[in-house]
């Protein structure tokens, strides 16, 4: 069955500071992975997705992932965090079939101090 | 383009009661999908309507809860009788099929929150 692990519930850095939050997956093929965002008042808004190709993928708001296999992993990362980054964060797996029924982490909540 | 909208926002019923929530997909989206979280918990799937086919109801917890997708427009899911433990965020989300077997990634609303009391 599918997985998720989000290990870090929450996670406090400065502003301006580098962001890494961790997921790993169980998955037993090659999985499609996305990482959601919700930020307060806000529905799950999607950064960013891995399908194939290329294992490091450019989101939007200056985020990115890489897909490490020998790891099961998926981390986020950005270089420079901005207060407006402070939200819930949500790494997911899905099939890779078209029907997608996603599997979610428990969700990483990001704090930014000033 | 309108995105997913869901309806109410916030819900707080008794229970016992019956509530029904309402999603509206994104236009010509074919999938449509309802996830719940129970607080501090995951996101979890309860089930996916292809147009107005439901095509996996096998996170649905009980037959308390039933979902409509008359037309394969809007969808509803009901809960009745409500029970403490149906209290969570409901969310909503839509993608669209392209070709067979393939869908696009799937967008979100922002939830309908059900306090049951």
């Known amino acids: 069955a599918q997985s998720v692990t989000q290990p870090d519930i929450h996670i406090t850095v400065s502003e301006g500071a580098s962001l890494e939050l961790r997921c790993n997956y169980s998955?037993?093929?090659?999985?499609?992975l996305f990482w959601y965002v919700q930020s307060p008042g806000q529905g799950l808004q999607l950064l960013l997705k891995?399908?194939?190709?290329?294992?490091l993928v450019q989101g939007i708001k200056g985020f990115e992932a890489e897909f490490k296999r020998s790891q099961s992993s998926f981390n986020l990362r950005k270089p420079s965090v901005h207060w407006s980054d402070a939200a819930e964060y949500f790494c997911?797996?899905?099939?890779?079939?078209?029907?997608?029924?996603?599997?979610f982490g428990t969700g990483t909540r990001l704090l930014v101090s000033p | 383009e309108a995105g997913v909208t869901q309806f109410p926002s916030h819900s707080v019923i008794e229970k016992g009661q019956t509530v029904t929530l309402r999603c509206d997909p994104i236009?010509?989206?074919?999938?449509l999908y309802w996830y719940r979280r129970v607080m501090g918990k995951e996101i979890k799937f309860l089930l996916h309507?292809?147009?107005?086919?439901?095509?996996?109801e096998s996170g649905m917890p009980n037959n308390r809860f039933l979902a409509e997708r008359t037309g394969g427009t809007y969808s509803t899911l009901k809960v009745q009788p409500a029970e403490l433990e149906d209290s969570g965020v409901y969310f909503c989300?839509?993608?669209?099929?392209?070709?067979?077997?393939?869908?696009?990634?799937?967008?979100f609303g922002p939830g309908t929150r059900l306090t049951v009391t």
């Open positions: 989300a839509s993608s669209h099929k392209i070709g067979t077997g393939a869908s696009t990634e799937q967008y």
């Open positions: 236009s010509g989206h074919d999938n």
């Open positions: 998955y037993g093929a090659t999985p499609y």
């Open positions: 309507f292809v147009k107005e086919s439901k095509q996996d």
């Open positions: 891995y399908f194939s190709g290329d294992t």
């Open positions: 997911a797996v899905g099939s890779n079939t078209g029907f997608q029924k996603l599997v």
